[in-house]
């Protein structure tokens, strides 16, 4: 089975630099595929995430602050789960038929994140099992605190490498991290 990798700490800790760091070093030697949700800032002032396509770079909502109808709700953001869904289904659902056919194991799934807003789609959580379950190498971030049932299942994997990052110790980690993929 291929690395099944999983970043954790704090919220600003590093994680999602982390995620950008392994990405520069593994593209070019691997094949990528993923997404990342990058706060949306208006005036200095976070305002909601996007969803951005590693490859296509494309990106779509993923929460807004304001006044939107959206069933699902987080605190003070709409989440748009059937924007996140078609997202998952036209561009995550084919990669990964992509890289399971895949004869050269030269491939990276890249999830930043797995988070409660994200988790709101039932076929994302599908996703994760299955994708867990994979030959698929993975490398994804989750929230250190939050708790949810993919959460638990993610971590009760036995071959699951789990990374806790803090701004003293990314280096060490994206060190550990392209070791353990290019030794796979």
Known sequence: MNAKILITGPPKSGKSTLIQNLIKNLKGEFELSGFLTPEVRKNGKRIGFDVEDINSNMKLPLARKGAY???????????????????????????????????NKKTILIIDEIGKMELYSRLFQTMLKTIFNSEICIIATIGQKMKHPIKDFILNIPSIKLFKVSHNNQEEILRDIVAIVKNK
């Open 69 to 103: 109808s959206s069933q699902y709700k987080l605190g003070s953001y709409n989440v748009f789960i059937d924007k996140f869904n078609q997202y998952l289904n036209e561009t995550i659902r084919p990669a990964l038929d992509k890289l399971d056919l895949k004869e």
